[in-house]
Structure formats: structure tokens, C-alpha cells
């Protein structure tokens, strides 16, 4: 059974295959950010759309699918390192939350991938910030 879906929630899913697909880090996070972008628009505009449960599940299981490949990602700069930061916490931070909360591996590859930089950003925050 094909289920026939708006046009925007297809060009969404299209680009998160695209984020799956690609090697490059900052093609790989603006697929991903666009796409949810996408997604969440749809339910902005449509919050009693018939597809919720899909949108939901599709950003769960594609979250997750980008929490699995952390540790297998080879050794970022900090520029890349940062995109997939921004996309954690201002994007998906509700996904990564739940996907976490629900596969203790998934939070132990997040936990180290946020270590990479980590203490490299709050000394870049606070130098710029005059903390």
C-alpha cells in the first residue's frame, strides 16, 4: 500500500536520504536541518495534520540513525563538529532527548561526540563573551 503524502513532507524525506547518502559533514547537517525544518513548518501550518505520527517518527529514526554513526565519524573540525552541535541543540533537542533517554548507547556516543569540542567551545564563548 502506497500512502500518498504532501509534497512537503516527501521533499523532506528526500532530503534526509540525502543526508544519509552524503560524506561531507556540512552537506550531511544542512540536509538534516532543512529537512526538519520542513517537517516542523508542516506541523506549524497543519498541527491537525494526518501525518504528525509520521513526522514524529520519522525525525525520531532518523536522529537515531545519526546518534548510531557518532562514533564511527572520523575526527571533525571544529567547524563540522559545530554544525552537528547546532543541529543537536537547536533542531532536534527534543529527539535527541528521547532517543538518549530510550538506547543508553546512544547517549554514551553523544556524550563523547559533545566531548570533542566541548571544552573548546565554553573557552571560545567565554573569550568572546568576556566571561
Same mark, same amino acid.
Given at each position: 500500500?502506497? $500512502?500518498? /503524502?504532501?509534497?512537503? $513532507? =516527501?521533499?523532506?524525506?528526500? *532530503?534526509?536520504?540525502? #543526508?544519509?547518502?552524503?560524506?561531507? @559533514? &556540512? @552537506? /550531511?547537517?544542512?540536509? #538534516?536541518?532543512?529537512?526538519?525544518? &520542513? *517537517? =516542523? =513548518? @508542516? *506541523? !506549524?501550518?497543519?498541527? =491537525? !495534520? !494526518?501525518?504528525k505520527k509520521f513526522i514524529e517518527n520519522i525525525k525520531l529514526t532518523y536522529t537515531r540513525k545519526l546518534l548510531e554513526q557518532l562514533s564511527d565519524l572520523p575526527l571533525l573540525d571544529f567547524e563540522s563538529w559545530f554544525q552537528y552541535i547546532y543541529l543537536f541543540y537547536f533542531r532536534i533537542k527534543d529527539e535527541v532527548e528521547l532517543d538518549t533517554k530510550k538506547y543508553p548507547n546512544l547517549e554514551k556516543n553523544y556524550k563523547n561526540f559533545i566531548a570533542l569540542y566541548g571544552n573548546e567551545l565554553i573557552k571560545y564563548l567565554e573569550e568572546d563573551l568576556n566571561i
Open positions: 500500500m502506497n $500512502i500518498k /503524502r504532501p509534497d512537503d $513532507i =516527501n521533499q523532506a524525506v528526500e *532530503l534526509l536520504k540525502k #543526508f544519509e547518502k552524503a560524506e561531507d @559533514h &556540512i @552537506h /550531511r547537517t544542512k540536509y #538534516f536541518k532543512e529537512a526538519v525544518y &520542513i *517537517l =516542523n =513548518n @508542516h *506541523l !506549524s501550518m497543519n498541527p =491537525n !495534520s !494526518s501525518n
